[in-house]
T-cell receptor, first 116, second 112 residues
């Protein structure tokens, strides 16, 4: 158990819909990362938050957005869903207390999104 | 930008065989290097890491040495077990960009 929790575990929805994935980082961790994992694209970094602020953006679509709240939990919002958005979405957290961005990441168990 | 290249899998071995999974990288600055492992149905977990040149990371019989001259961080284990069957990811992080870079992963299958 990494200490990172993600809800829900599974999500099935239809094209065009909007969903919200939730992540609670390990206690004390300031950084939260979001990833998408699919068979054809591998593990893709989406976005990172550090202590409530967006710090780095990767291959995140404009239909996707995220935020980190004052209690440090984070939410990833996916809208206008397409079949190709079906994937595993992972959240990870790291301590990163000095803000150097080099710390070990601790991954949650993931949310499996299926778009029908 | 930064990048990580891993050997393509799957790598199929018999139990007690020697394992090497190659990983090379390109990065600006001096990255920290990581190996993560993903068991079926789970998230990634750290296997080992190294933060500077010539450091050796080790854990559960796995080892990798940070080679700056060859920009490599190859994963090795002397005797694999069936329970080592998983997907292994090489990754780097540099302090400047804050963007973690992962390889595509290498699937390891160990037969009894």
């Amino acid at each position: 158990d990494s200490g990172v929790t993600q809800t829900p575990k599974h999500l099935i929805t239809a094209t065009g819909q909007r969903v919200t994935l939730r992540c609670s980082p390990r206690s004390g961790d300031l950084s939260v990362y979001w990833y998408q994992q699919s068979l054809d694209q591998g593990l893709q970094f989406l976005i990172q938050y550090y202590n409530g602020e967006e710090r780095a953006k990767g291959n995140i679509l404009e239909r996707f957005s995220a935020q980190q709240f004052p209690d440090l939990h984070s939410e990833l919002n996916l809208s206008s869903l397409e079949l190709g958005d079906s994937a595993l979405y992972f959240c990870a957290s790291s301590v990163d207390q000095v803000g150097a961005g080099r710390d070990t990441q601790y991954f949650g168990p993931g949310t499996r999104l299926t778009v029908l | 930008g930064d990048s990580v290249t891993q050997m393509e899998g799957p790598v199929t071995l018999s139990e007690e065989a020697f394992l090497t999974i190659n990983c090379t990288y390109t990065a600006t600055g001096y990255p920290s290097l990581f190996w993560y492992v993903q068991y079926p149905g789970e998230g990634l977990q750290l296997l080992l890491k190294a933060t500077k040149a010539d450091d050796k990371g080790s854990n559960k019989g796995f080892e990798a040495t940070y080679r700056k001259e060859t920009t490599s961080f190859h994963l090795e284990k002397g005797s694999v077990q069936v329970s080592d069957s998983a997907v292994y990811f090489c990754a780097l992080m540099t302090g400047g960009s804050y963007i973690p870079t992962f390889g595509r992963g290498t699937s390891l299958i160990v037969h009894p």
